[in-house]
């Protein structure tokens, strides 16, 4: 068989929702970034206030960052990696069906399990958080948002952390995958 439920899942987990969390956190920071350089540069005229529509598409744009942060991790927490977990039977020389145990057989890739597989149980939760409590800043302070340097600089900072969080698990994913693919 081509694709199982367990290598669609995977994909759902990766690609679709972690590469449109990867996207939208660039789009937010750019957005934000464009948003400076134009204010601060003094341009003349209206570019000292965001307008509504700025604000609020940016708004929508971080609720959206932390729903699709929030679904790539309890997929991830709750349908793809209890698959990872199953145990081989006794004396199962097949390993390929048992992701974790095909990685701890082999000494150069107990790494992945012991660094890569224990940090994507943890950090992707931090990253969620921190996109919830940027969605809500940039909902209750909208246009405040891009006209206040200093709430603009945190928020832009918690992005980018997500960015960086969301950007190495996807690696570290990608290497688990390769290694161990759910089949």
């Known amino acids: 068989m081509l694709f199982t439920d367990r290598s669609i899942w995977t994909m759902i987990h990766g690609i679709v929702l972690g ?21 601060d540069a003094g341009d003349t005229g209206d570019a000292g206030v965001a307008a509504p529509s700025q604000s609020r598409s940016l708004a929508q744009l971080t609720v959206l960052i932390a729903v699709v942060l929030w679904l790539t991790v309890l997929v991830g927490a709750y349908i793809t990696f209890p698959p990872y977990l199953a145990r081989p039977p006794v004396g199962a020389t097949d390993l390929s069906a048992y992701p974790r145990a095909l990685i701890q057989a082999n000494p150069d890739t107990t790494w992945l399990h012991a660094f890569a597989m224990e940090s ?11 996109a919830t409590a940027v969605a809500f800043v940039s909902v209750r302070y909208r246009a405040g948002l891009l006209n206040d340097a200093r709430l603009r600089k945190m928020t832009m900072t918690l992005l980018a952390i997500c960015f960086a969080l969301a950007a190495f698990m996807g690696i570290l994913g990608t290497f688990i995958n390769k290694v161990a693919p759910l089949q």
């Open 120 to 130: 994507k149980e943890h950090v992707p939760w931090i990253a969620a958080m921190l």
């Open 19 to 39: 590469g449109t969390a990867l996207m939208a956190l660039f789009a937010a920071l750019f957005h934000m970034y464009a948003m400076r350089t134009a204010r």
